[in-house]
């Protein structure tokens, strides 16, 4: 194929510059947050604070607390199951291969709707939120969600922690009806 266009010279670095890199499906550091399960597989240290992926696994009928990020887009892949999300003050389903985009300041969450752990990639524009995750959430082989419960009721650190990434909490009534 040919292109009539002007290309760079061969000298120049856009043609050697191997920037890029592979995480592959047994990598990423892996953290339980009481129902979910997330391999972290790209932090923004890693893409120059560009992105943040998760995969993540979420227990049957488990359901994050609504919030809106400010410094930060998220967006979802669904891989396997069904789940409802909160979408400002809207609801709407997303099964397998739906992806969903939520822009900063718009408040959302998610429910697992299904009676069956259900899968999606989770990815965070810039990166730097799933710092939390890999700060925070538990080894899953120490996983005790007693343990877990009461952290995010007393940890000082956790509390700060979460004071400190630009999100707010915004429960309502039946988020997910």
Not at 57 to 84: C, K, M, T, W
Not at 114 to 123: R, T, Y
């Amino acid at each position: 194929m040919t292109f009539s266009i002007e290309l760079p010279d061969r000298d120049d670095p856009i043609w050697t510059a191997a920037n890029g890199f592979a995480v592959r499906s047994d990598e990423g550091a892996v953290r339980v947050t009481g129902e979910e399960r997330f391999t972290i597989k790209v932090t923004g240290v890693q893409s120059k604070g560009q992105l943040g992926v998760m995969e993540g696994i979420v227990a049957p009928g488990y359901s994050n607390v609504p919030h809106a990020h400010f410094g930060e887009d998220e967006a979802f892949l669904v891989q396997s199951g069904r789940f409802r999300f909160v979408n400002g003050n809207e609801t709407f389903e997303a099964g397998a291969g739906d992806f969903v985009y939520i822009p900063r300041g718009t408040r959302h969450g998610f429910k697992n709707i299904l009676d069956v752990p259900s899968k999606m990639m989770v990815f965070y524009s810039p990166g730097g939120m799933e710092q939390f995750f890999v700060d925070h959430g538990m080894d899953e082989h120490n996983f005790d969600p007693e343990e877990w419960e009461n952290r995010l009721r007393t940890d000082t650190a956790l509390q700060q922690a979460l004071a400190g990434l630009n999100v707010q909490m915004l429960p309502g009534e039946n988020d997910y009806a």
